[in-house]
């Protein structure tokens, strides 16, 4: 798996949340699970600042959860991960912190979470993908409108 640890959670978005939520239960039976803080689900504030007199205003809100915990194993190791989610799913937002931090220290299933992470970047390209097909044939070429305009003038 070549994805930085950064784009792990985009990835992995890319399957239901039932699953997510299964896998990262499968993962942590032998683990003792500690919140650093809490699962929470509400609302973020997306804040612009004003160009003319450098006021902040809010241009809207978005759903927005999230958790970070440790993880340890009865060996001693141990094992933090977190994650933030654009969904209303606290719940959501624990099982993605469980599997960060479940792969990134390769506690034991591991490999699971990577094949998940790595199926997810590959629904994830398709989508963008298909996003840039459908964007460039959109794309108007406005060079196209400045040559008629000339022969115009020529008549």
Wanted: net charge negative; charged share 25%.
């Amino acid at each position: 798996m070549n994805l930085e640890r950064k784009d792990w959670i985009r990835a992995l978005t890319a399957h239901p949340a039932t699953v997510l939520n299964a896998l990262a239960e499968d993962v942590t039976a032998g683990c003792d699970v500690k919140f650093k803080s809490l699962p929470q689900a509400g609302l973020g504030l997306l804040t612009l600042t004003d160009g003319a007199f450098h006021e902040p205003y809010y241009l809207g809100e978005f759903p927005l959860s999230a958790c970070s915990i440790e993880l340890s194993l009865s060996d001693g190791r141990q094992a933090a991960g977190g994650a933030q989610v654009m969904a209303d799913d606290a719940e959501l937002a624990r099982s993605l912190a469980i599997l960060d931090a479940v792969l990134a220290a390769r506690f034991p299933g591991w490999e699971r979470v990577s094949a998940h992470i790595e199926s997810g970047a590959k629904q994830r390209a398709e989508e963008d993908r298909r996003r840039r097909a459908m964007l460039a044939a959109t794309r108007v070429d406005f060079a196209m409108l400045n040559n008629a305009e000339d022969d115009d003038d020529e008549c």
